[in-house]
């Protein structure tokens, strides 16, 4: 049986990314990335949790980012897909450490978020309520769709 091992994160970057140039000419990029969800606790109040991952690039992305051909900066809302991969070392009072990393293969900076106060079209904007619980919309066009899922 097969198996995968995929990551797909959408956060911000807690650092500016940070290169190493190896003595054989290889770049490694490592950079920090905050992943954010909001929920209702028992009381109802809202309660943030904000998770950070390590995030390792190498090859022709360490190049363009370390080359100035991607320019990414702390703060940067960040699509970021690879594979997690965990390595062990052992720190300067010899306890043996491990850290989780997602291996990272395509990085794409998103587009900065409109303002909450203007719509595309200059007009205010008024965030949707949050659903009912329960509640599912109804596609309009569904007449004569057989499908069994």
Known sequence: MAS?????????????????????????????????????????????????????IWGNLANDIADGRR??????????????RTRQYTDQQGIVRYVTEVIADKMMQMAPARPATQSSFGQPYAPAPEPTPGYMPQNQNDEGNDLPF
Not at 23 to 42: F, H, I, Q
Not at 71 to 76: R, W
Request: charged share 30%.
């Open 4 to 56: 995968l091992n995929k990551v797909i994160l959408i956060g911000r970057l807690g650092k500016d990314p940070e290169v190493t140039t190896f003595d054989n000419g290889n770049r490694k990029v490592t950079a920090t990335l905050a992943t954010s969800e909001r929920y209702r606790d028992r009381d109802q109040n809202w309660v943030e949790q904000t998770d950070w991952h390590n995030i390792v």
């Open 71 to 84: 320019n990414y900066s702390k703060g940067d809302l960040m699509y970021v897909e690879g594979k997690l």
